[in-house]
């Protein structure tokens, strides 16, 4: 997989094709490109699709690493953590928004909405 088109469009992330993962990302970092447009909510959303396609160091909430791309069951569980993350009010170690945005966009890779952040 290059840096900006998957090698098999057969490829899936979730439930997801790649390339349409890969779209999901390159739209959302066009419109948070510029320092001003940048929220953590958007910093969250690229963490996730990023780590989702295999190319983060580690995943944005757990910091779990992979080999290439995540199976459903570790982004399942990153989806998990990001709602654990998001409900602990005392123990919080990221903004809240950043993992809205990581949850967000995890949740729309393995399926569990099609609202596309």
Partial sequence: MTESQPADSAVTVG???AAEVERAFAELEAGAGAPN???????GALAGYLWALGRGDGAPVTG???EGLPGNDVLTAEVDAANVALENQVE???PRDYSQGVHDALAWVCGHTDSRP
């Fill in 92 to 94: 919080r170690t990221v």
């Fill in 37 to 43: 447009h940048q929220t953590q909510w958007s910093r």
């Fill in 15 to 17: 439930v997801r094709k």
């Fill in 64 to 66: 779990v690493r992979t």
